[in-house]
Each structure stands twice: as structure tokens, then as C-alpha cells.
């Protein structure tokens, strides 16, 4: 049996995921590898030589065979680093996204204490960030998925955050009582006809993608029960769908909440809203 090199491995995963349309091939490849082996980027770069204990080149060998079939990278691997922090994530929650940092960041800048509430929690993402870069901000973590709750559970636990977060399974407000500073949701926003690549389609659980036939139902239902939880003075932010933001606008006017501030992606698009009552 001929013995495997870091390049050799490297080469040839490169060459079937790019020519099976993948755009991020070399990074895809490079991660997987480093996961595989145990070795770092800087060792691929100048031992590209070193002999792979067969093992390792088997496992990696899977991983790949996992990404053809356009599994991405952090649900092969079970973490996916958001906001600078690892965060585990299982099939049963979306897999965290940098444009989400960015609504966040909108929330952080207006918020320097006070009681939040997350809605639809997925992996914690948004809650334990918002623990971890603010110790005055607590909070509760909803989610309408137990398996959802248990691995944002989990992932405050290990970032260190479990003391100021409370988790609650619930279909939006209904099993919420008292009164927040900040209503947060990256709720599902999808239009039920979109078109999803399938990393999206086949990965992410629907419930968290779909917002029904217009993709705007989770805006009805969090602004609609907004009123009677937001505390006097507070702010409501939500993600969006980059073609929502006037349509998100309109049904909070309904339920009384006046857009304040509002956050672009990294695309430069229209990602994140801030609502207050008058
Ligand atoms: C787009 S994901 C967001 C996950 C996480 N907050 C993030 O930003 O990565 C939407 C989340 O809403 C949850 N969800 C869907 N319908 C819900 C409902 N009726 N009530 C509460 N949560 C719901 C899903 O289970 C999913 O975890």
C-alpha cells in the first residue's frame, strides 16, 4: 500500500470538489484535512511531504465524500465559529451565519443592560453572544424545538454563560411571561417556493427556514405579541431576508413599533431592523 502526503490528500480533494462546482474547494479542503490529521494550517504549507497514517486518511477521505454531497463543513465537523466563539451545532438547529453577527452588533450598540428575550434560539447563537460580550445584558432563550434547546444549552454551558440565561421551549410568546428590554429574533424568513441551494435545503432543519407562503409569518406573530412583553422604553431587532425590510416595516406599523436603526449584511444589503414603541 502506497503511503498518503498532506499534498497528495490535498491535490486530489481539491480537484473532485472543484469539479463538482464547490467554490470554496482549497478551504473546504484545508479544514477537513487540519480536522482529520490534527495538523495545523502552517504544518500543510511546510511539511506538504508528511506521510498520513492510514487512519487519518480514511477519515478524511469520508469527510470528503460527506462534502460532495454538499454537507457543509461545520455540520461535518459539528461547530461553527460564530462571532469569534465555537459553537456546536446538530442537525436540529440552523447553522449560525456571519450575516447574523451584524445584527447582533446592532443590538449590542443600543443595549448596555437590561433582560432580553431570544426567540427561536437555534444553537444560542445570538443569546450567548450577547451574554458573553456584555455582562450586564441576561435573558431567556426560546425555541419551539427541544433539540434545539439542548444544544444552546449546552453551547451557554460551555461558553460560559448558563448563569444569565434561562432556556424555555415555546411557540413565540406563549409560554413567556414578564417584560424585556430587547425582543431579539432571527426568526425563519424563507418563502415557501425559494429556490435553496442544497448545503441550505438538505442541511438546515425547514423549521428553521421557512416563513410560510410570503416568508413573513414569524414577523406577524413576534410583532403582533410584541406590545404586551416589551418594557417601557425598549427595542425590538430583528434579521431579515434582504428584500424584506419594507414589508417588515409595514407590519410592524401595525402593531405600533417605529423603525429606528437598521444594519446592513456584508453584501451591503438591508439584514437587520430596530423597532421602539413611541
Ligand atoms: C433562522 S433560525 C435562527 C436560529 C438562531 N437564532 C440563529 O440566528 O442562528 C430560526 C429558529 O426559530 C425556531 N422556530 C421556528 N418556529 C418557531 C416558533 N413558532 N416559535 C419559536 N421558535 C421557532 C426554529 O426552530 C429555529 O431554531
Redesign the pocket.
Known amino acids: 500500500m502506497t503511503t498518503e502526503t498532506l499534498a497528495g490528500l490535498m491535490a486530489a480533494a481539491r480537484k473532485q470538489l472543484s469539479e463538482a462546482g464547490i467554490e470554496t474547494a482549497s478551504l473546504d479542503v484545508r479544514l477537513l484535512l487540519q480536522a482529520a490529521t490534527g495538523f495545523a494550517h502552517e504544518d500543510l504549507i511546510v511539511m506538504p511531504n508528511t506521510a498520513i497514517e492510514p487512519r487519518a486518511a480514511v477519515l478524511f477521505k469520508a469527510y470528503i465524500a460527506r462534502r460532495l454531497n454538499h454537507e457543509p463543513v461545520s455540520r461535518i465537523l459539528g461547530t461553527r465559529e460564530?462571532y469569534g466563539r465555537p459553537f456546536a451545532v446538530s442537525p436540529?438547529?440552523?447553522?449560525?451565519?456571519p450575516d447574523?453577527e451584524v445584527?447582533v452588533e446592532l443590538a449590542l450598540k443600543h443595549m448596555r443592560a437590561g433582560r432580553f428575550i431570544?426567540?427561536?434560539?437555534?444553537?444560542?447563537?445570538?443569546?450567548i453572544t450577547l451574554c458573553a460580550e456584555n455582562p450586564h445584558l441576561e435573558g431567556i432563550a426560546?425555541?419551539?424545538?427541544p433539540e434545539?434547546l439542548s444544544i444552546a444549552a449546552e453551547n451557554a454551558n460551555t461558553l460560559g454563560v448558563s448563569n444569565r440565561l434561562q432556556f424555555i421551549q415555546?411557540?413565540?410568546f406563549?409560554q413567556i411571561e414578564g417584560q424585556f428590554d430587547l425582543i431579539i429574533?432571527?426568526?425563519?424568513?424563507i418563502k415557501r417556493a425559494e429556490n435553496l441551494p442544497p448545503e441550505v435545503k438538505n442541511f438546515d432543519?425547514h423549521?428553521?427556514?421557512f416563513g410560510g407562503e410570503d416568508g413573513l409569518n414569524?414577523y406577524r406573530?413576534i410583532a403582533s405579541g410584541a406590545a404586551a412583553r416589551l418594557a417601557q422604553g425598549g427595542l425590538i431587532v430583528v434579521?431579515i431576508g434582504h428584500d424584506q425590510a419594507a414589508k417588515v416595516v409595514e407590519i410592524s406599523k401595525l402593531c405600533d413599533l417605529m423603525l429606528f436603526d437598521r444594519v446592513a449584511d456584508l453584501g451591503g444589503r438591508d439584514r437587520g431592523l430596530a423597532f421602539r414603541r413611541p
Not at 92 to 97: H, K
Not at 118 to 127: F, R, V
Not at 185 to 189: A, C, F, L, Q
Open positions: 460564530f436540529a438547529v440552523l447553522d449560525p451565519r447574523t445584527v431570544d426567540l427561536g434560539t437555534g444553537s444560542g447563537a445570538i443569546a426560546t425555541d419551539v424545538s434545539a415555546s411557540n413565540w406563549e429574533s432571527n426568526p425563519p424568513y432543519p423549521l428553521a427556514l414569524s406573530a434579521e
